[in-house]
């Protein structure tokens, strides 16, 4: 299995401010055949199911803000918030759809 | 508009089968690279991936609970149904159905179904 790891478990950023999660796999998440990580990132609010931000490690679904990115490759990876909105405040997961599927432990932002 | 959505009981017993069905729309079960899986999530906690069955009838299932899992699909129906046998407490969740367009992530979830274990 690939297990999936996310730091911090929790934050709390002052509105505006920036907000960094990291997500590390177990073992490579990276296809050299068609080069793409198998990396995907969820924002998931109380009482909902988990939204798709980000796939491929760094391409954002349609409708996503910009102020979300996602970056890294291989085994490490970071999502980005450039400027927390209230609207942000949810749980972030991160996947790995390379070998079967995995979910990291999740992080959880609030506003400071 | 691609949908899903979860039905099945909302109270288990003890060692009972669970059996949950996902009734789909907006997208054929047949269609090549489609696939549904299932994830759940306990009270709290973080999500767990348990299978996933594709438009050809391949399936997959989470290794540490492959033995107790069954998942299948019913195309003219549009459903795609996951029994659980020998339900615990800890299996308390909410068990979501999710399509996936192979090879890429679950993109489209359903609201989810909670279901308690308890006597």
């Known amino acids: 299995d690939i297990v999936m790891t996310q730091s911090p478990d929790s934050l709390a950023v002052s509105l505006g401010e920036r907000a960094t999660i990291s997500c590390k796999s177990s073992q490579s998440v990276f296809l050299r055949s068609n080069n793409k990580n198998y990396l995907a990132w969820y924002q998931q609010k109380p009482g909902q199911p988990p939204k798709l931000l980000i796939s491929?490690?760094?391409t954002r679904e349609s409708g996503v803000p910009d102020r979300f990115s996602g970056s890294g490759s291989g085994t490490d990876f970071t999502l980005t918030i450039s400027s927390l909105q209230a609207e942000d405040v949810a749980v972030y997961y991160c996947h790995q759809y390379y070998t079967l599927f995995t979910f990291g432990p999740g992080t959880k932002v609030d506003i400071k | 508009q691609i949908t899903l959505k979860e039905s099945g009981p909302t109270l288990v017993q003890p060692t009972q089968t669970l059996t949950l069905t996902c009734t789909i729309s907006g997208f054929s079960l047949s269609a090549g690279g489609v696939a549904v899986g299932w994830i759940r999530q306990p009270p709290g906690k973080a999500l767990e991936w348990l299978a996933l069955i594709y438009w050809d009838d391949d399936d997959r299932y989470s290794p540490s609970l492959k033995s107790r899992l069954t998942i299948t699909k019913d195309t003219s129906k549009n459903q795609v149904v996951l029994t659980v046998t020998n339900m615990d407490p800890v299996d308390t969740a909410t068990y979501y159905c999710?399509?996936?367009?192979?090879?890429?992530?679950?993109?489209?979830w359903g609201q989810g179904a909670l279901v308690t274990v308890s006597s």
């Open positions: 999710a399509h996936r367009l192979h090879p890429g992530p679950f993109m489209y």
């Open positions: 491929w490690a760094s």
